[in-house]
C-alpha cells in the first residue's frame, strides 16, 4: 500500500490554537502517522503529497441530522458536502426512509395482501417524503442491509442510517392512526432488532409526522428498550418545538427513564434558556442526552406537515388528497384549523413544487405547473391564484399529491441569540438539516445543505468567537462520532480512519444564500476519504471510497 503524506498541516490543539506544522502520513485508509515537519527523517519513499501550506487538517466533519440517502449518491451534493469538510452523513432521520421495507417481488402471503403480512413502507416513504428524502435512483424496497449496500464505494463520503421509526410502524400498521397492539409492537421490535443486527446507528422518530403521531409512550418504551440493551441512541423529532417543547421534551425524558436509552433531539431550535434548562435537568437525573442545531434562523419541511392538521389521514396521500377536495372537510379546515396559522403563512415560502407529471399526475392531483411558485411566499402566490393563503396551500397540496415543500420562518423565539447559546452547550452536534430534494436543480431549497458547517467555522468562530477551532472540531466531529459510535473517527492520530478536510482558518464561509441556495462553501478545498482524495483544489476526484457507516466497526 502506497502512502500519502500531508504535508506542513496544523493540528487544532486543546487551548483554541493551532500547532507547528506537522507532516501526516496516511496508509491503507489510516493515519499512519504524525510528525512534527522539521526533523520528521525520511519521509516514506512511495509518498504522493498533498500540501497543506499551513492550513487546518481536521479530521472530517460529520452531518448528524440531513436527508441526503437519495442525493448522497449525487455529485454536485457531494461536492456541498465536501466543500464544507463533512466526510460522513447520517441519515434516516425523523422517522421516515426506504428501510425496512419488502423487498420487490416478495410472495405476497400475508392476511392483508401484502409481502410477508408487511405494507410496502419503500412506496410510502418515497412517496411521503418525496420533498424531503427524494427518490433513491435503485432501491425500491428491501432491508438496512440492501440500502446500505447502495452506499458501499458508490460515493464520496460515508453513509450512516438511523432505522426510521415511522416506516417500521407503516410495514406494520399500514396508515392506521391508533395505537399499536402488543402483537404489532412485537413484529416492530423484531423490524427494528434486523435493522440493527444490518448496521443501523440507532432509531429515529418523527413525533410531530405519521404515522408516528399514533404512537403512544408504551410503543417509543418497547422499541427504545431494544436500543438500549446495544447502547444505540434514540434520535427524535420531538411532538413539537417553542410552544410545544416543555411536554414534548418531557415525553422524551419519560421514555429514556423508562428504557435506559440515550436520546439526542433532532433539530432542537427556541429559546435557549428554556431548552437548555431541560437538558440540564435531564443530565441532572443521569441521562445522557444529547442534541443538534443549526446556525439558521429559518427551518425547511413539507407543506403538508407545516399546514394540516394531523387528524387528516396525512400517511394516506390518495386519502387525504381526496379529503382535501371534500367540501365538507374543507369548510372544517378554513372554520376550526386554518384561522390558528395566521401568523403563519407570511413565514411561508415555497422551496419545492412539483407538479404534473412529478407529481404523479394523471393518476391524482392536478398536471397544472406551479414552479413559478418556487421562492415565493404564500401570500404572493395566493394573491397570485385569486386565492387566500389557506386556500393557496389547500391548491398546492392536491396539485403536488403533498409533495410541495417549504421554507419557513421561525418565530422571534428562536433569535441569534439563542442559536449562539445552543451551539456553545456541551450536548450540541453540529448537523444541517439539509433537503437536497429535488436533486439536480430546481426549486428554491434552505441553503443549510450547502453552508451549515462553512457558517458554524465562519460566523461562530473566526466572527463571534462561540468556538475556538479545538471547539469547533469537538462539536462538528468527535462529538458526533461518539455520539453514534463511528469508531476510528472523529480524531487526527495514529490509528484513526483517514477521513480529513484541509480548513483555510482566514477563507472558510458559507455562500449559499435563500435567493442562491445552491452554491458551494469556500475555503475546503482539499479533503480525504479513508486516506483518498475525493476533493483536490475544491473539485472532486473520481474516487468513490465512501463506506457505509455500522456502529463500532472502524470501516476505511
Given at each position: 500500500m502506497s502512502a500519502l503524506v500531508v504535508r506542513g498541516a496544523r493540528l487544532v490543539e486543546p487551548d483554541g490554537g493551532a500547532s507547528s506544522p506537522v507532516d501526516v502520513t496516511v496508509r491503507g485508509g489510516r493515519v499512519e502517522r504524525v510528525a512534527t515537519a522539521a526533523g520528521a527523517g525520511a519521509l516514506p519513499d512511495d509518498a504522493a503529497f498533498v500540501e497543506a501550506d499551513g492550513r487546518l487538517l481536521v479530521p472530517g466533519f460529520v452531518d448528524a441530522h440531513v436527508h441526503g440517502e437519495a442525493a448522497v449518491l449525487d455529485e454536485d451534493v457531494q461536492l456541498a458536502m465536501l466543500r464544507q469538510g463533512v466526510t460522513s452523513v447520517v441519515v434516516g432521520q425523523d422517522g421516515v426512509s426506504y428501510a425496512p421495507s419488502p423487498a420487490p417481488g416478495e410472495t405476497r402471503t400475508g392476511s392483508d395482501g401484502t409481502?410477508?403480512?408487511?405494507?410496502?413502507?419503500?412506496?410510502?416513504?418515497s412517496g411521503y417524503f418525496a420533498a424531503i428524502n427524494g427518490e433513491h435512483p435503485t432501491f425500491r424496497g428491501g432491508s438496512v442491509a440492501d440500502l446500505l449496500a447502495t452506499y458501499d464505494?458508490?460515493?464520496?463520503?460515508?453513509v450512516g442510517y438511523l432505522a426510521p421509526h415511522g416506516t417500521i410502524r407503516y410495514a406494520v400498521l399500514g396508515a392506521a392512526a391508533r395505537a399499536a397492539t402488543p402483537a404489532e409492537t412485537d413484529r416492530m421490535r423484531a423490524l427494528l432488532s434486523a435493522a440493527l443486527d444490518d448496521g443501523a446507528l440507532g432509531m429515529s422518530t418523527g413525533l410531530e409526522y405519521v404515522p408516528a403521531t399514533s404512537a403512544d409512550e408504551a410503543e417509543l418504551v418497547a422499541l427504545t428498550s431494544v436500543l438500549a440493551a446495544r447502547g444505540l441512541p434514540h434520535v427524535s423529532h420531538m411532538r413539537g418545538y417553542e410552544d410545544k417543547a416543555g411536554p414534548a421534551f418531557a415525553e422524551l425524558v419519560r421514555v429514556a427513564r423508562a428504557s435506559g436509552v440515550a436520546t439526542h433531539v433532532s433539530h432542537y431550535h427556541g429559546p435557549a434558556a428554556e431548552l437548555l434548562g431541560y437538558v440540564d435537568d435531564a443530565h441532572a437525573q443521569g441521562l445522557d442526552v444529547t442534541f443538534d442545531s443549526y446556525p439558521y434562523l429559518r427551518g425547511c419541511s413539507i407543506l403538508s406537515m407545516v399546514s394540516l392538521p394531523t387528524w387528516l389521514p396525512i400517511a394516506d396521500v390518495d386519502a387525504t388528497v381526496a379529503a382535501l377536495t371534500d367540501p365538507a372537510v374543507l369548510d372544517c379546515l378554513h372554520l376550526e384549523h386554518f384561522p390558528a396559522?395566521?401568523?403563519?403563512?407570511?413565514?411561508?415560502?415555497?422551496?419545492?413544487?412539483p407538479t404534473g407529471t412529478a407529481a404523479g399526475a394523471p393518476h391524482g392531483g392536478t398536471a397544472d405547473d406551479l414552479t413559478w411558485a418556487e421562492g415565493r411566499t404564500l401570500p404572493d402566490v395566493a394573491a397570485r391564484l385569486g386565492m387566500t393563503p389557506a386556500q393557496a396551500a389547500v391548491h398546492l397540496l392536491v396539485a403536488t399529491r403533498l409533495r410541495a415543500s417549504c421554507v419557513f420562518a421561525q418565530p422571534p423565539t428562536n433569535s441569534p441569540e439563542s442559536v449562539r447559546a445552543l451551539l456553545r452547550h456541551r450536548a450540541h452536534v453540529g448537523g444541517s438539516d439539509a433537503i437536497y430534494a429535488p436533486v439536480g436543480g430546481g426549486g428554491r431549497p434552505h441553503p443549510r445543505g450547502w453552508g451549515a458547517f462553512a457558517r458554524f467555522l465562519a460566523e461562530h468562530v473566526r466572527t463571534l468567537g462561540d468556538w475556538t477551532w479545538h471547539d469547533a472540531v469537538t462539536h462538528l466531529s468527535t462529538r458526533p462520532a461518539e455520539r453514534f459510535a463511528l469508531a476510528g473517527r472523529g480524531v487526527v492520530a495514529p490509528g484513526a480512519v483517514a477521513d480529513l478536510a484541509l480548513v483555510d482558518p482566514d477563507r472558510v464561509r458559507d455562500e449559499a444564500t435563500y435567493e442562491d441556495p445552491r452554491r458551494p462553501a469556500s475555503g475546503v478545498d482539499d479533503v480525504l476519504v479513508a486516506g483518498v482524495p475525493v476533493l483536490r483544489d475544491g473539485s472532486l476526484t473520481d474516487a468513490l471510497p465512501g463506506r457505509p457507516l455500522r456502529p463500532g466497526v472502524p470501516t476505511a
Open positions: 409481502a410477508s403480512g408487511l405494507h410496502d413502507a419503500a412506496a410510502w416513504a464505494r458508490t460515493t464520496r463520503v460515508n396559522l395566521t401568523d403563519l403563512w407570511p413565514r411561508v415560502t415555497l422551496a419545492a413544487v
